[in-house]
Structures are given as C-alpha cells and as structure tokens.
Antibody, heavy 115, light 112 residues
C-alpha cells in the first residue's frame, strides 16, 4: 500500500535550518511529484511548494522563495524539504503529499522554532 | 493565486441529519484536459488530511457513500447524507488546477 513516512519532530532556534524527510513506498516514486504543505497551530493548510520526483523540477510558494529547498533521492524514494532562516511563525506541522493525485499524505512533522 | 472560499466556517449537526458545505473558487477549476481539479478532505484532530472526494464528485477508496460531491466551474458542494459521530473534524476544499495549490479556510463540523 502507498505510504509516506516523515521524519520526527524538531526543535530549532530562530535563524537555524531544518530538513524534513518523506520516504515513499508502495508506488513508483518517479511517476509522481511531492508537494509540501504546512499547518501552523490552530490554523489552516498552506501549500509550500512542489518537486517532480521524475526530473527534480521545483516550484515554490512565492512567500518562501529563497528560504526553502526541495530535493529528492530516487535511490531511496525519499523527498526532502529544507527551510532556512527559521522564524517563530515557521512553527507548524509540515506534511508531504503525493502530487498530482493529492491522495496520500505523510503523518506530519512538527517543527517548533523557539529561543 | 486562486482564492477558495468555504461556507459555513462551522456547523453543528444532529446525528443522522444531513450536512452541506460550500466551496467557491475565484477562477474556474475546469482544466483543458476536461477534468476539474477540486478535492475535499477531512482532517481529524492530530491527523493529516484524509481525501474524501477527488475531481469534484469521485469518492476515494474506502470513503462511505454518505459523502458526495457536486458542482462545476467555480461552485462546489460537499454533502453528508446522514452525519455520524466519526464525521467530526475540519473539512477543507482544495484546488490543484494551478501548481500553487490553495485550500479553503476549513469548516469545523461538530455533533450536537
């Protein structure tokens, strides 16, 4: 069955970077993309960007341009999302989701940014 | 970006009664490939969103048939024919016709 399994919770200080992983199984990784979505505490869902697992093409949300990098490792069927220069308002649960079918999501990774 | 507007933002429903949520998009979600890229999700506390309906009206695998989706262009509706206790949570609509997905604000459904 299709699964997306994300890395564990992180606590970071303002200005630091975080890298979240999303390991896919149960399907051909390079046939789909991965989108990343985040959800601040008590808030709605915000799309962060997309990466093609086929060729590595990316598209990032304008507000995160310059701070976010998405990559994939096809040898391990894993996608990564790195966010730099963390601020307190980056505190959120970060999800990966299979794209374009938008059907399967990772379990979420809580990233807490606090001094 | 396409703006997705859900109404109502909260709903209190008696078990066994129907419920309906509206989602309006600022642009048509009908693609030139003939598909309409509108999805409905339910997010239960502490869980990721779970797909209920894809491309307006198709129930995802395992979704009970009390859930149905309808609409076209810019106006869409999710209906629950008879609400059950397990249906509580926040419902979101999502458009993916543009690469930059956008979500509705969410509709919180609770049981009376």
């Amino acid at each position: 069955q299709v699964q997306l399994v994300q890395s564990g919770a992180e606590v970071k200080k303002p200005g630091a970077s975080v890298k979240v992983s999303c390991k896919a199984s149960g399907y051909t990784f390079t046939s789909y993309g991965i989108s990343w979505v985040r959800q601040a505490p008590g808030q709605g869902l915000e799309w962060m960007g997309w990466i093609s697992a086929y060729n590595g093409n990316t598209n990032y949300a304008q507000k995160l341009q310059g701070r976010v990098t998405m990559t994939t490792d096809t040898s391990t069927s894993t996608a990564y999302m790195e966010l730099r220069s963390l601020r307190s308002d980056d505190t959120a649960v970060y999800y990966c989701a299979r794209d374009p079918s938008v059907d399967y999501w990772g379990q979420g990774t809580l990233v807490t940014v606090s001094s | 970006d396409i703006v997705m507007t859900q109404t109502p933002l909260s709903l209190s429903v008696t078990p066994g009664q129907p419920a309906s949520i509206s989602c309006k998009s600022s642009q048509s979600l009908l693609h030139s490939d003939g598909k309409t890229y509108l999805y409905w999700y339910l997010q239960k506390p502490g869980q990721p969103p779970q797909l209920l309906i894809y491309e307006v009206s198709n129930r995802f695998s395992g979704v009970p048939d009390r859930f149905s989706g309808s609409g076209s262009g810019t106006d869409f509706t999710l209906k629950i024919s008879r609400v059950e206790a397990e249906d509580v949570g926040v419902y979101y609509c999502l458009q993916s016709i543009q690469l930059a997905w956008t979500f509705g604000q969410g509709t919180k459904v609770e049981i009376k």
